[in-house]
Nanobody, 123 residues
Framework: QVQLVESGGGLVQTGGSLRLSCAAS????????MAWFRQAPGKERDNVAA????????YYGASVKGRFTISRDNAKNTVSLQMNSLKPEDTAVYYC????????????????WGQGTQVTVSP
């Protein structure tokens, strides 16, 4: 069965950095667009960043562009999110997601999800 397991969340001060990782198993990783979503209490689940299965192009949400970097290692079946210059408004549960041979920012596009990892940025 497909599993996505996130790691790397935690508590950091404003301006700090965190690196999230997602280890995937049970799927042909290179055929999947991989993405990071986040959801804060009372808010919708938003696409933070994505890296496409074809060609490795990337997408970033407007609020994180220039601060976050998504990358993937098809040999290790992992996707990472480097988060710099963190702000309190980045506080949320971050989810790793996978979409087979598709691209998109809508959460409905994605076939598989991790359990989420909490990121908290203190003022």
């Amino acid at each position: 069965q497909v599993q996505l397991v996130e790691s790397g969340g935690g508590l950091v001060q404003t301006g700090g950095s965190l690196r999230l990782s997602c280890a995937a198993s049970g799927l042909t990783f290179s055929a999947y667009t991989m993405a990071w979503f986040r959801q804060a209490p009372g808010k919708e689940r938003d696409n933070v960043a994505a890296i496409y299965w074809s060609g490795g192009s990337t997408y970033y949400g407007a609020s994180v562009k220039g601060r976050f970097t998504i990358s993937r290692d098809n040999a290790k079946n992992t996707v990472s999110l480097q988060m710099n210059s963190l702000k309190p408004e980045d506080t949320a549960v971050y989810y790793c997601a996978a979409a087979l041979l598709k691209i998109g920012t809508d959460y409905k596009t994605y076939d598989y999800w991790g359990q989420g990892t909490q990121v908290t940025v203190s003022p």
